[in-house]
């Protein structure tokens, strides 16, 4: 790459050609302040005007993350017109914003505010009609609030780039553009899967997952029996809500503030993950050796689900008939807990702490309830955790590690941790089929192949005593499309496929701490790109320091099945830990 | 959603087809679509998207974006005033207020015979005849209010043939 030689307040630099002045500032050392722009351009449309600046050639002031460098060029970040100007385009955001901030879920990660604070920017400075307001509340994970946008158009990008699905759009004109899905409907009404992506990248709270910590609280003035289960991507990511480094495992402290909230137990969805691959690892051998429907496609990603049943109605036999594990592990203290403790399931409050919005909506299923009866009552995601333990007062970074509830289910295996990373789930069941098929242990334990920690899709050929399994993953709905319109054409040369909603799989969750620069001055410059990898490490050694690293060695798994299940896929495993699928119509009739 | 006829089908996507060679085929299907039935409603759009590959928000977008594209059915004849820069210092707004008090309509709307639909326009390129009302692609140059009542009878006895 061509270098070039420009200045910044009169100071000189040499920088690759081709960057904008924005990217060349931050490698000269200035953080331009800015908007609309984000992560190596996935979002570039120089829309907010926050980052304008001057530079030699150009007319008036130019908006750095669009605007190229040029040999010779002299930027000025704080000449007193840039200065100004940049407070004044923050000034007329502000202008159309509604500041409810302290009763605003992004307060604190709100960049908005951020950028307001860093340009000198004053509320109130340009006063003027609003625009109105679009609200929707009516999706079980997402909540859109249209007087809080800023129009940078982020949110569009994610959804495209994760999914190719483009949910959202700028609808009409000038004053009265919002953004929304087609004719301002719900994402409930739209082929929205509620991943929750967009929420991930929006500056504001004009995009949020659905809290559900009053029905949490309703629960516990009600005198419910109220059970907590977290699932494995969330150990690696909340330490970031109270300061630690990203990639830092935080179990030990997240069981002890759990414990602290007043639930009664404090379960680990891993036990669930060993049970989702005892049943779904014995599904795969049925329909291996029985000519069943293949590939099979693992069922545990809830905006996944969406997704197939949106897209691809046809190929709903390929799914695992299997429910999620929080799903199962609901289903399981509400029969075999509750049981075994004298409760009422009635009486009971499954409360699911999860990286993930979608599993908000998974929890309303209808094909997700025994006898009427929900498996989970309340689905919060990490950051709504979070907020619980900063409301309660904890103290997070003093608390002792405490184990979790070991009585029935608290054992857990290594295969259940690395569920929360893409090819996790693969990786578990390969290593739980591989015994099942050859009555021995795989050597290594790990399956290195199906790991990583992105989007896009990976494939592997396990030999099995001389069977040879074709293996794929897939996590972004762009990268499972591909997989699944081979499937369509009769092309797959695969028999098993995990696809996960999120880029990355859950520890990149549209439900997991907000990943921005502007608040995270100790971590490293290239942290967009490398933060998924590290929470996937995290996983990946709670794994490594497992003793029990395979789900069927699980002793309270056996004992499940030994008691209460009979065998994996049992009459009763179907009853309770089975589920059913439908097409829907993306856009239905209101 | 309601559901395209076969043959609605075909023709939106044999309009679709027509662009196929083009980088930025949207505009063009949209307009094609527009002139042939008159409005484009989501399940026009959904059928466009998914021969296009462009998602249904984004030509939701354009449609709402442009006022020459429609959600609506509009009327048999439509009344295009222009309500550019030009045309308004020059009486436009007496013009479309004229037609609006005798069709008892307001811009946007259609009469409930179905015949006229009333749209403002922003700038259609026309200033040198201004006020210009565009009628279904016919121009009529220097529009006074007297001449509106005449203008609305010829088109209803148009329609009466």
């Known amino acids: ?212 910590i009053d029905k949490i609280d309703a629960a516990f003035a009600a005198g419910k029996t109220v059970i907590a289960q977290a699932a494995p991507a969330v150990r690696a990511a909340l330490g970031e809500e109270f300061g630690f480094p990203i990639g830092t495992p935080v179990t030990g402290k997240m069981v002890a503030a759990m414990r602290r909230l007043g639930f009664t137990r404090v379960y680990d969805v891993n036990f669930g993950a060993d049970l989702t691959i005892m049943e779904e690892g014995t599904e795969l051998l049925g329909r291996l050796t029985n000519g069943g429907t293949l590939p099979m496609i693992t069922s545990c990603s809830p905006g996944w689900i969406n997704y197939a049943e949106y897209n691809y109605g046809d190929l709903l036999p390929h799914l695992s008939s299997c429910k999620s594990p929080h799903q199962m592990q609901g289903a399981i203290i509400k029969s075999y807990w509750a049981e075994q403790n004298g409760i009422d399931p009635k009486d009971i409050f499954v409360v699911s702490v999860m990286p993930c919005t979608a599993k908000k909506f998974e929890k309303e299923r209808e094909q997700e309830k025994v006898n009427g009866i929900p498996d989970v009552d309340a689905v919060i995601t990490t950051r709504e955790l979070a907020r619980m333990i900063k409301r309660g007062g904890i103290l997070f970074d003093r608390l002792p590690d405490e184990d979790w509830d070991q009585d029935i289910m608290g054992d857990y295996t290594g295969a259940g941790v690395i569920f929360g990373v893409t090819g996790g789930v693969m990786e578990a069941a390969l290593r739980t089929v591989y015994f099942k098929l050859t009555g021995k242990e795989s050597e290594p334990i790990e399956f290195k192949a199906v790991r990583g920690h992105d989007a896009g899709i990976r494939e592997a050929s396990i030999d099995i005593n001389g069977t040879t399994v074709n293996v794929a993953i897939a996590s972004g709905m762009k990268s499972a499309k591909v997989l699944l319109d081979e499937i369509r054409e009769g092309k797959s040369k695969y028999q098993f496929i995990e696809i996960m909603g999120c880029p990355g799989g859950c520890i990149n969750g549209g439900g997991q701490p907000y990943v921005r620069e502007c608040f995270l001055p100790n971590e490293s410059d290239d942290i967009m790109d490398t933060y998924k990898e590290k929470r996937a490490q995290a996983l990946y050694s709670e794994d490594e320091r497992q003793t029990l690293r395979q789900s069927h060695n699980n002793p309270q798994i056996v004992e499940l099945y030994e008691k209460f299940l009979g065998e994996p896929n049992s009459h009763k495993a179907h009853e309770l830990l089975h589920t059913s699928y439908a097409a829907r119509e993306g856009f239905n009739e209101i | 959603m309601a559901k395209l006829n076969a043959a609605a089908a075909a023709k939106i996507e044999e309009i679709c087809d027509r662009y196929t060679d083009e980088k930025t085929p949207l505009m063009m299907i949209l307009s094609d679509i527009q002139n042939e039935y008159g409005y484009i409603p989501l399940e026009v759009q959904e059928l466009v998207s998914k021969k296009t590959g462009i998602s249904v928000a984004e030509i939701y977008g354009v449609v709402t974006f442009y006022s020459f594209f429609s959600l609506e059915p509009k009327g048999k004849f439509v009344i295009g005033c222009c309500l550019g820069t030009a045309c308004y210092v020059k009486g436009a707004q007496q013009v479309i207020d004229k037609f609006s008090e005798l069709l008892n309509i307001k811009p946007g709307q259609t009469s409930e015979d179905g015949l006229f639909t009333l749209d403002a326009l922003r700038c259609i390129g026309a200033c040198g005849i201004a006020p210009a009302v565009s009628i279904n692609g016919k121009v009529y140059p220097k529009v006074e209010v007297g001449q509106v009542a005449g203008i609305i009878d010829s088109y209803r006895k148009e329609a009466a043939v």
């Open chain 1, 1 to 212: 790459m061509a270098m070039i030689n420009i200045k910044i307040e009169g100071i000189s630099y040499q920088v690759e050609e081709g960057l904008t002045i924005l990217e060349a500032a931050k490698k000269c050392g200035y953080e331009i302040p800015s908007l609309c722009a984000f992560n190596h351009g996935e979002c570039n449309r120089g829309s907010c005007r926050v980052c304008l600046v001057e530079a030699t050639g150009a007319r008036g002031l130019v908006a750095a993350c669009v605007y190229p460098v040029a040999e010779g060029m002299e930027i000025k970040i704080s000449s007193p017109a840039a200065t100004a100007a940049r407070r004044h385009s923050v000034e007329l955001l502000l202008s159309n914003h509604n500041m409810n901030c302290q009763q605003c879920d992004k307060n604190g990660k709100c960049e908005l505010l951020h950028v307001a604070y860093v340009t000198g920017a004053r509320e109130g400075a340009f006063q003027g009609v609003h625009s109105e307001t679009h609200l929707d509340t009516v999706a079980p994970g997402l909540v859109r609030d249209t007087s809080k946008c800023i129009l940078c158009g982020r949110c569009i990008e994610r959804c495209k780039n994760a999914h190719g699905l483009g949910i959202l759009g700028f609808e009409n004109r000038g004053f009265n553009t919002f953004v929304s899905p087609a004719e301002n409907r719900s994402f409930a009404d739209s082929p929205c899967i509620q991943c929750g992506q967009c929420v991930n990248v929006c500056h504001t709270g004009a995009l949020m997952e659905h809290s559900e």
